[in-house]
T-cell receptor
Framework: KNEVEQSPQNLTAQEGEFITINCSYS?????LHWLQQHPGGGIVSLFMLSSGKKKHGRLIATINIQEKHSSLHITASHPRDSAVYICAVSPMDSNYQLIWGAGTKLIIKP | DAGVTQSPTHLIKTRGQHVTLRCSPI?????VSWYQQVLGQGPQFIFQYYEKEERGRGNFPDRFSARQFPNYSSELNVNALLLGDSALYLC?????????????FGPGTRLTVT
């Protein structure tokens, strides 16, 4: 079993829909990261959080440490949001590496 | 400020050859990490260097090696290439020595081994 699991693996939605991507992890963490990867390969960090909730524009990330679960929400989705969204964790016993989920491929249709 | 840069962007090698990938971190960042991303999977941690010292190594064979230079740029070397080494190799830099910290990623080098 992977230490970081994401769902769904693939998600197709219509423009304007509210999007939720889920991430569960099984290790103790010091932080959880949400990252975005576009088809060209470049990765952009969206959020790093260790508790509660963070918001940036139309993106919202939440984390429940007790349940070892995080969600990434996109409000008023747009075709330019189409990308792979990856959840990664900084494990407590290793400050220097990230453990990554497999990613969720999101396609927003106009 | 320039972001993290990597070179080359693409290359094709033959089984058994060796390859050197290069990474220049964001100015002021002393930490460089390397990741391998096989198609359809999330990245896998290979190495992290901070101020020229290896701070961590993932579960990769000794064919993989890296180093960091005084200007904090880094090289990843892979010897005796295998078909399974075909992947996107990502470099990330950060300011901090200890985590958790936000990492800034380069565009990656896509390696194809034939």
């Amino acid at each position: 079993k992977n230490e970081v699991e994401q769902s769904p693996q693939n998600l197709t939605a219509q423009e304007g829909e509210f999007i939720t991507i889920n991430c569960s992890y099984s290790v103790g963490i010091s932080a959880l990261h949400w990252l975005q990867q576009h088809p060209g390969g470049g990765i952009v960090s969206l959020f790093m959080l260790s508790s509660g909730k963070k918001k940036h524009g139309r993106l919202i990330a939440t984390i429940n440490i007790q349940e070892k679960h995080s969600s990434l929400h996109i409000t008023a989705s747009h075709p330019r949001d189409s990308a792979v969204y990856i959840c990664a964790v900084s494990p407590m016993d290793s400050n220097y590496q990230l453990i990554w989920g497999a990613g969720t491929k999101l396609i927003i249709k106009p | 400020d320039a972001g993290v840069t990597q070179s080359p962007t693409h290359l094709i090698k033959t089984r058994g050859q060796h390859v050197t990938l290069r990474c220049s971190p964001i100015s002021g960042h002393k930490s460089v990490s390397w990741y391998q991303q096989v198609l359809g999977q999330g990245p896998q941690f290979i190495f992290q260097y901070y101020e020229k010292e290896e701070r961590g190594r993932g579960n990769f064979p000794d064919r993989f090696s890296a180093r960091q230079f005084p200007n904090y740029s880094s090289e990843l070397n892979v010897n005796a290439l295998l078909l399974g080494d075909s992947a996107l190799y990502l470099c990330a830099s950060s300011r901090l020595r200890t985590g958790p910290y936000e990492q800034y990623f380069g565009p990656g080098t896509r390696l194809t081994v034939t």
